[in-house]
């Protein structure tokens, strides 16, 4: 169901942008592995929970997040929410969550991290699933807002 809700989000978009499939790509390095591209073009979803509501942030699969900088913009701690919240607010598996096709609106950002590339690979809601998008066509597709989460 996940992986059919981003096609049909690609498809309401007219974006003809085809759903990458593996054997597993549900961790950057295996992603990195499948696709022959650095951990870096790999573009990592994250689901926080921000008081009573999620956000979703997408980074360079290298990179790690730096608390205190996600505290100063979000004016609360980094809390990821259990594997079974992740799936209810996205609609998407663990290892396969993305920003398309949500089962509910979630705001999402994108980490100035993912700017390095001229393209990046999220996940397409399964855990061997990819999309192969320009950091301008990832802009686009999620009207996100641009943040600095990272460790320096």
Request: some cysteine; proline content about 5%; aromatic content about 8%.
């Amino acid at each position: 169901m996940s992986v059919e809700a981003v096609a049909a989000f690609l498809e309401q978009n007219k974006k003809d942008i085809k759903i990458l499939k593996f054997q597993d790509t549900s961790t950057v390095a295996k992603a990195a592995d499948a696709l022959g591209v650095t951990p870096g073009e790999i573009a990592k979803s994250l689901l926080f929970k921000v008081k009573d509501e999620f956000i979703m942030i997408l980074m360079a699969g290298d990179k790690r997040l730096d608390n205190r900088k996600f505290k100063e913009i979000f004016h609360t701690k980094a809390k990821m929410p259990e594997a079974e919240e992740v799936s209810e607010a996205t609609g998407h598996p663990v290892g396969g969550v993305c920003p398309f096709g949500l089962k509910h609106p979630i705001p999402i950002y994108l980490d100035h991290s993912l700017q390095a590339y001229t393209q990046v690979f999220p996940a397409a809601g399964a855990s061997n699933t990819a999309l192969k998008l320009t950091v301008e066509e990832l802009e686009e597709l999620t009207k996100a807002q641009w943040v600095d989460v990272i460790q320096s």
